[in-house]
């Protein structure tokens, strides 16, 4: 993937970011409001985004003929894993149409989601952007097991049709 699509992206999920961060910062909404169809064009952006990520970066860039690569494509390949079990739980915790009965618990947990989002984002940038484009050693590197597309229809469902998550 190029540098300007990588950037393109982070731009698009740091205003989704933005747009989630206001929301909770505003006052409880009232319960007529629908939360649903924000949070699955936040969760499509930045699932599509860390797909494309471990498919065309992160798993190529683990046979980089550069070391410091490498293990810098492993590394955001974990931590990616790591919100993305951290995302999961907060979309099965605050599962149904609207969080407005526990509204201070919400928008704390959407303050630390949010934060930790921007901060892999920035990992992303300052570590693994200046290393592209991958520089293949030759072996047969490709996409690592981490798709999310599956992940993504699951929470779709739970945002739309009230199907729990199953455990992971």
Known sequence: MSVDRVLAQHCRILANVDAAEEYAAGTRPSCGDSLASKRWAFTRDLLFHFARMESTVYGPMMSDRR?????????????????????????????????????????RGIARLMRRIRTRLEAEAAEIVPLLPVQSDGSRGGPTRETYAAEAWEIRGVLFDSVPLPST
Do not use: F
């Not at 919100?83 to 609207?98: C, D, K, S, T, V």
């Open 67 to 107: 070391e410091h690569a490498q293990q810098s494509a492993a590394l955001a390949s974990v931590e990616t894993a790591a919100l993305m079990a951290e995302y999961r739980e907060h979309i099965a915790r605050w599962q149904g149409p609207h969080p407005s009965e526990n509204w201070e618990t919400y928008r």
